[in-house]
């Protein structure tokens, strides 16, 4: 199925049923904050069906009262986004709400700079918004699918305020805004979302206005009323009842589509799959606040008619759904409670003197959160165990199993989307603990290890077919023979990085190698650590390998990366939340995830891994340990 050009992810429509998150048609649309007769901020979110006429009802509050958020709050299929506002100064801070429930607010991240009056817009994965209340040309933006503060994106073609702000899931359109005592201007700017840069030149509005209030279902984008105001109290002076609409993905000049049922201005914009709503907003020069929503169909030129009304009167207001700009492909989702590739992260056993731990924590990577419990290992994996995993299954072998001898071959899996205990696989080459792991979608590799108590270590490299259980089979040799490096790699290329090595004499190293996965055959150099060191975590995207933690003659807290399809050494990436060793890394195709570490912490931090930042805490495991073992079903580019 396409939507507005884009290929529409079957993932996203198993995550957000997953999630509970899935609203068929898109119908839900929010009220959020504005300002009431007395002048007064509130933090009131009301809910409204997009499909039914009547009243709305109330749904919850926002973190804090606050008014002038812009008049399109945007978001995603999951959550809409209150950014910045008055309260009555400017605030910086951005919150969001989840659709699938009444509920209030939750802290997301702060503004660059406190503001008011932004424009707002988002597609799946970004939410940018055109400067507020300074009156310059900064555009900025934050992730949507990570907790954070905003970031610069660009700049707009001028340093108005007040724009109104719709798109489609690749663009976003600005349109109208004010900068006194210069004026309202009646300019339309767009941006494309997936990438960062300046917004260019659309077209012109019908009219110069302020705050109008943008709709859009994906194809079409509408601006309907706004104000005109010179501060002077001309006759010329007046909130409109204009609607203009423009294609989105063709720039030029808007044509009239039809009118509101009244002049209004600041009211909230929201955008269903083919209806818009205007709710709430003031007229001039009374700036009373209304209760009255208009509709229209956005496919169809026409005037606009009374739909139902607020529960409060009220102005200034930001309005969100979870269909605008064609997100929503308005189709009801089939009975599916997991998708492979979709973003599970486990644990696998772990240690903490005297105990060794069979139990297997899962967390879903894009939700902060503390770990559940899934299941049990047939047997314990402590002191380094190889993690290797597909989209279906994740696999351990090797490590400590808590009995003499302290060395494993044994190799045991985990089925991703069933919540059970795990069971034998088959063997490694060999025994050892202290090793590490990597994999594509259908090949494991275990690369070096050791018996860290004996001090020895191994140059071996052997794999396993990950959709047929069974022994490993030898692939070759590492550059030099180490234990406690930390494996990673996309879908093609593994790279195992550090470790120790004892010949000629115990030191830590900062070699990194590389294999391609799907030839057998030995490993060739790849780069350096920026810091030699051993015991430490590694996890990747697609694109890019990090490392994080470690033993280097002290204990480490550094970050480091690579990109890994070309060779290289390693640059620095920010710091862990607290020096760490004996930890473990995973991911999914985003985020880089290090769990516990030494003294026996239940510590769960990540990154972005396209960015470059200190770690941020996740949540907590159930158990306090180190040395366990962490696949995912979408690490390294796994998942599409």
């Not at 979302?193 to 705050?211: E, V």
């Not at 077919?465 to 494996?487: K, L």
């Not at 190293?509 to 590389?514: K, L, S």
Request: one cysteine or more; proline letters at 2%.
């Amino acid at each position: 199925m396409s939507n507005s050009g884009k290929v529409w992810d079957v993932r996203e429509s198993y995550k957000l049923r997953r999630n509970n998150s899935w609203h068929e048609k898109g119908d839900k649309g929010l009220v959020l904050g504005g300002r009431t007769s007395a002048a007064t901020d509130i933090n009131v979110i009301e809910e409204k069906q997009i499909s039914t006429t009547g009243t709305s009802s109330d749904f919850g509050d926002l973190t804090e009262a606050k008014s002038n958020m812009s008049t399109n709050a945007a978001g995603n299929f999951v959550k809409a986004f209150a950014v910045g506002g008055t309260n009555p100064s400017s605030s910086n801070v951005i919150e969001t709400v989840d659709y699938s429930s009444s509920g209030s607010g939750t802290d997301y991240g702060d503004l660059v700079t406190a503001a008011y009056a932004q424009a707002s817009h988002s597609d799946n994965n970004r939410l940018v918004t055109p400067q507020g209340d300074g009156r310059n040309t900064v555009i900025n933006y934050i992730s949507m699918n990570s907790k954070g503060n905003q970031a610069d994106f660009g700049d707009c073609t001028n340093s108005v305020i007040e724009k109104g702000a719709t798109g489609d899931t690749t663009r976003l359109i600005a349109a109208g805004g004010t900068d006194n005592p210069t004026g309202q201007v009646n300019v339309i700017q767009f941006l494309t979302m997936q990438s960062l840069g300046n917004a260019a030149d659309f077209g012109d509005l019908n009219y110069s206005c302020r705050s109008p209030s943008g709709t859009s279902n994906g194809v079409k984008a509408c601006f309907a009323g706004g104000l005109t105001f010179s501060g002077g109290g001309s006759p010329a002076n007046a909130a409109f009842n204009n609607i203009d609409i423009v294609t989105i993905q063709s720039a030029g000049n808007a044509t009239d589509f039809g009118d509101l049922t009244s002049t209004v201005y600041q009211a909230a914009g929201i955008s269903g799959t083919s209806r818009a709503l205007v709710a709430g907003g003031a007229d001039y020069p009374s700036v009373t606040p209304r209760t009255t929503m208009d509709t229209f169909n956005i496919a169809s030129a026409g005037n606009a008619t009374d739909f139902a009304d607020l529960v409060t009167a009220k102005h200034s207001c930001a309005g969100a759904s979870n269909a605008h700009g064609g997100l929503n492909p308005g189709e009801q989702l089939p009975s599916v409670t997991y998708m492979p590739g979709s973003g599970r992260v486990f644990n696998l056993g772990g240690w903490a003197s005297p105990s060794y731990y069979t139990s297997i924590d899962m967390i879903v990577a894009s939700t902060l959160g503390n770990a559940s419990d899934f299941g049990d290992l047939p047997v314990a994996h402590g002191r380094g165990g190889a993690g290797m995993s597909s989209l279906t299954r994740g696999l351990v072998g090797g490590g400590d199993p808590g009995s003499s001898p302290n060395l494993s071959n044994v190799i045991d899996f985990v089925e991703f989307a069933s919540q059970g205990n795990g069971a034998d696989f088959g063997d490694l080459t060999e025994s050892k603990n202290y090793t590490t792991g990597t994999s594509s979608t259908t090949r494991g590799l275990r690369m070096g290890g050791g018996n860290a108590l004996g001090g020895d270590a191994t140059n071996v490299i052997d794999y396993v077919t990950m959709a047929s259980a069974g022994n490993a089979t030898d692939f070759g040799d590492q550059t030099v023979a180490r234990n406690g490096g930390a494996a990673s790699g996309s879908s093609t290329r593994g790279l195992c990085a550090g470790g120790r090595s004892f010949e000629p004499s115990s030191a830590d190293t900062n070699i990194i190698d590389y294999v391609t996965i799907s030839s057998t055959g030995n490993a060739t150099d790849f780069g350096d650590l920026t810091v030699a060191r051993s015991y430490f975590g590694g996890s990747s995207s697609s694109t890019r390998s990090v490392v994080g933690g470690g033993y280097g003659g002290s204990t480490q807290n550094v970050i480091d990366y690579v990109t890994i399809a070309s060779t290289g050494n390693a640059t620095d990436f920010g710091d862990l939340l607290g020096v760490e060793y004996n930890i473990d890394g995973g991911s999914n195709s985003t985020r880089a995830i290090w769990f516990g570490g030494s003294p026996n912490a239940t510590d769960i931090q990540y990154v972005e891994i396209a960015t470059t930042s200190d770690a941020i805490d996740f949540g907590d495991l159930s158990t306090g340990k180190t040395n366990c073992v962490v696949v995912s079903d979408s690490h390294g580019g796994l998942q599409a």
